[in-house]
């Protein structure tokens, strides 16, 4: 097999966040997907394979972290897509097939992808007790994002508390059947982004993610309503940053960003 390892939502290596890449003729057993995911050790590995022509998708698409399969990546959908049009498997908008049904990702002219994900639909509810002692800062408000992103947001008061967070991460797993999305509204507009997330996911095995597409269908919405413009720039102030633009259209939301292919190899087990 051969295996790419992608930094998604990022123009330069090692930025961004990285996922492992494997374009199969079919998918093997779940035991070896979930093996090499663990063995490959980022957030996600992607692994897809060509569906016969006619259908209403031209690849199906699964996502594994070391621990798990998850419903929906935005990062490793977006590195798949990028070695599909780098590489010439794939021209023009590629169909994927996925837990989270179709998701379309479509190459722009200025070199980045846009995804076409399903908006989260976010419901208020009330801040769990425990929960700010846990993050390591108190939350203005708490949003359920439903079943396919499976967070909780937490609306912070200001960009410098979500970027000084230090959580208790195993503190944090009993909050959200995934994880927890911290976000702010950016301190200075001027910088180029709009709003500010970090995300702790240590239910499926990863603490911090670097910059996660999926966490962007909730971000979209919530912020959309508060700064009342459907096009925005998120920044995801992890160790590696990087930028989702995102643009809500209704029960769907565009994802836009850069990937880098840094490694290209061989699996030979």
């Not at 779940?30 to 692994?47: G, M, S």
């Not at 994880?179 to 509204?185: E, H, L, M, V």
């Amino acid at each position: 097999m051969r295996i790419r390892i992608v930094d998604a939502f990022t123009d330069r290596p090692f930025g961004g966040n990285p996922a492992g890449v494997l374009l199969l003729d079919a998918f093997p057993d779940d035991e070896r997907l979930q093996k090499i995911a663990l063995e490959v050790n980022h957030a996600e590995t992607a692994f897809a394979h060509r569906l016969p022509e006619g259908g209403e998708a031209d690849w199906a698409l699964r996502w594994f972290t070391p621990a798990t399969e998850v419903n929906m990546c935005g990062h490793a959908t977006l590195a798949t897509a990028h070695v599909l049009h780098t590489t010439g498997a794939h021209e023009g908008t590629v169909r994927f097939a996925t837990r989270s049904g179709v998701l379309a990702a479509t190459p722009q002219e200025d070199g980045s992808i846009t995804l076409d994900f399903p908006t989260a639909p976010l419901t208020q509810v009330p801040v769990p007790a425990g929960v700010a002692e846990a993050l390591g800062a108190e939350p203005r408000a708490a949003f359920d994002t439903g079943p396919n992103v499976g967070d909780l947001v937490l609306e912070l008061t200001a960009e410098k508390t979500v970027r000084a967070l230090t959580p208790d991460f195993r503190a944090l797993a009993a909050y959200a059947e995934r994880g927890i999305i911290a976000t702010a509204r950016a301190e200075d507009p001027s910088q180029g982004y709009d709003f500010v997330s970090r995300c702790f996911f240590p239910n499926v095995g990863i603490d911090e993610d670097p910059v996660t597409g999926s966490a962007h269908t909730a971000l979209a919405p919530f912020w959309s309503e508060r700064l009342g413009r459907p096009g925005l720039t998120g920044l995801q102030a992890s160790s590696r940053s990087g930028y989702v633009r995102t643009e809500l259209r209704g029960d769907r939301t565009l994802l836009s960003g850069r990937a880098v292919t840094v490694i290209d190899g061989e699996l030979l087990a």
